[in-house]
């Protein structure tokens, strides 16, 4: 399995700041998500991060608000912009073995507190 | 457009006794299902998946989970329950068509007491 390092792994953030959070994955994986986990709540899938391109956005979750980035097979981040305290999350990096059957494997994820 | 139900909020049971989790799905298509594990503090740790082959699945602690394919059922069981197996529990589905990300139940926390 993939070892997956996120940072920061908890912050705590001002009204209107963005913040960024960083995902490294020990090996080159094809597949790279991330999910959000709001307070006693199941993960939801925000995006898909394509590697050299733009990254695929679920319904309800925008560009200008959670800007991706996908510069090589072992790094990710995702930006919280212009944050609200309904962005008060745990934020996850999960990786995937790029076949069907395959599971995904998860980062510890960030924690981000917005007051 | 595939989902996820698990019925149970909490689930709580003594140490020693078997305990079940329990997780219903709707897909189109053949399933694939997985369940994870988070502990306090902690990302999600996989435990078990079934793709194909024999309904009951083994996976890591000694847990196993039951496909049931006319019950769209995959419940997640383990025979004597551990203190330490008290965490949060998620089931989770993907469909076979293709490279789809997994979609998530909304979790059930099991208390294993002593």
């Known amino acids: 399995s993939a070892v997956i390092s996120q940072k920061p792994s908890r912050d705590i953030c001002q009204r209107g700041t963005s913040l960024t959070i960083q995902c490294q994955v020990d090996?080159?994986?094809?597949?790279m998500f991330w999910y959000r986990q709001q307070p006693g709540q199941s993960l939801t899938l925000i995006a898909t991060?394509?590697?050299?391109?733009?990254?695929?956005?679920e319904s309800g979750f925008v560009i200008d608000k959670f800007p991706i980035s996908r510069p090589n097979l072992t790094f990710s981040t995702l930006t919280v912009s212009n944050m609200s305290p309904e962005d008060s999350s745990i934020y996850l990096c999960?990786?995937?073995?790029?076949?069907?059957?395959?599971?995904?494997?998860f980062g510890e994820g960030s924690r981000l507190t917005v007051l | 457009a595939q989902s996820v139900a698990q019925p149970e909020d909490q689930v709580n049971v003594a140490e020693g006794n078997p305990l079940t989790v329990k997780c219903t799905y709707s897909?189109?298509?053949?399933?694939?299902l997985f369940w994870y594990v988070q502990y306090p503090n902690r990302g999600l740790q996989f435990l078990l998946k079934?793709?194909?082959?024999?309904?009951l699945v083994k996976g890591s602690y000694g847990f196993e989970a039951e496909f049931n394919k006319s019950q769209t059922s995959f419940h997640l069981k383990k025979p004597s329950a551990l203190v330490s197996d008290s965490a949060l529990y998620f089931c989770?589905?993907?469909?076979?068509?293709?490279?789809?990300?997994?979609?998530f139940g909304k979790g059930t926390r099991l208390s294993v007491i002593a």
């Open positions: 079934y793709i194909t082959g024999d309904n």
């Open positions: 090996s080159q994986v094809t597949m």
């Open positions: 991060a394509n590697q050299g391109s733009e990254a695929t956005y």
């Open positions: 989770a589905v993907r469909d076979n068509s293709g490279n789809t990300p997994l979609v």
């Open positions: 999960s990786v995937g073995s790029g076949i069907r059957t395959g599971e995904l494997f």
């Open positions: 897909v189109s298509g053949n399933p694939y």
